[in-house]
């Protein structure tokens, strides 16, 4: 197993705390608390907020230190849009490289077949959930075998799965995204890419929408 360095340590946690919403959009990261909290002296601590300036979940501002970063509509469109850029031309490639095939896919359907919402509040649990319920996604642009598309998907993840937090802990959710995956899956093996696009390109419009409209109310209402 990979032993993780002080700052990537700090790194992993924070990111799951801000993934899951257990650290709020726009809050302000105060070092003497999280200095405290980790047992690190400040500098791995400024190291980690870098790292996660890079991700795009914290932003530093002169001489007032280190926020989470907020969300909006706006970010949100761009980061489905490219999703679904990403994940259409994964299916693409699956068509003219003649793969049809996809054993590690359905590899992850089997696992997230009895998978339930976790009901504990615990961020790494709840982390964990998030990465299950994607790993149909990542395992279907890894199946197109193109390290770049690969690279550009996991580049966009973890922000992903901070607005997936926002809906993906719902039974009702989690039945249709099972659904969905089932045939995407059927259609590729009986290679109807076309279809198979389809349908992945509608799920993902139709979540985009969700959000749009969660986000609006939410911003309506005055909610942090």
């Known amino acids: 197993m990979k032993t ?21 959009p726009g809050q302000r990261l105060n070092e003497s608390k ?11 601590l400024r190291e980690a907020f870098r790292s996660l300036e890079n991700e ?5 501002v002169s001489r007032k230190g280190s926020y989470v970063t907020e969300i909006s509509l706006e970010d949100c469109q761009e980061i489905f849009e490219v999703r679904e850029m990403i994940e259409c031309a ?3 490639l699956l068509k003219a490289k003649g793969i049809k095939n996809l054993p590690e896919v359905a590899s992850v359907l089997k696992e997230t077949a009895d998978l339930t919402i976790p ?24 199946s197109a075998n193109n ?18 937090a926002l ?12 659904g969905v995956h089932q045939k995407i899956l059927r259609l590729i093996k009986g290679e109807n890419y076309a279809e198979a696009k389809g349908i ?25």
Request: glycine share 4%.
């Open 167 to 178: 809906y993906m802990y719902d039974d009702l959710v989690l039945n249709r995204s099972k």
């Open 34 to 44: 999280l200095s405290s909290h980790f047992g690190v002296s400040r500098p791995p």
């Open 90 to 92: 994964a299916i693409d």
């Open 200 to 224: 992945l390109r509608s799920h993902i419009k139709g979540f985009l929408e969700f959000m749009r409209n969660r986000l609006e109310l939410k911003k309506a209402s005055g909610m942090d």
């Open 56 to 60: 795009r979940l914290v932003i530093g």
């Open 119 to 142: 009901t504990s509040s615990d961020p790494r649990e709840r982390f964990e959930y998030l990465k299950a319920i994607a790993n149909f996604h990542i395992k279907l642009v890894e």
């Open 147 to 164: 390290s770049r598309l690969t690279h550009f998907f996991n580049t966009i993840f973890i922000s992903l799965a901070r607005y997936q």
């Open 4 to 24: 993780l360095s002080i700052t990537e340590s700090i790194v992993e946690q924070l990111r799951i705390h801000i993934v899951v919403g257990a650290l709020k």
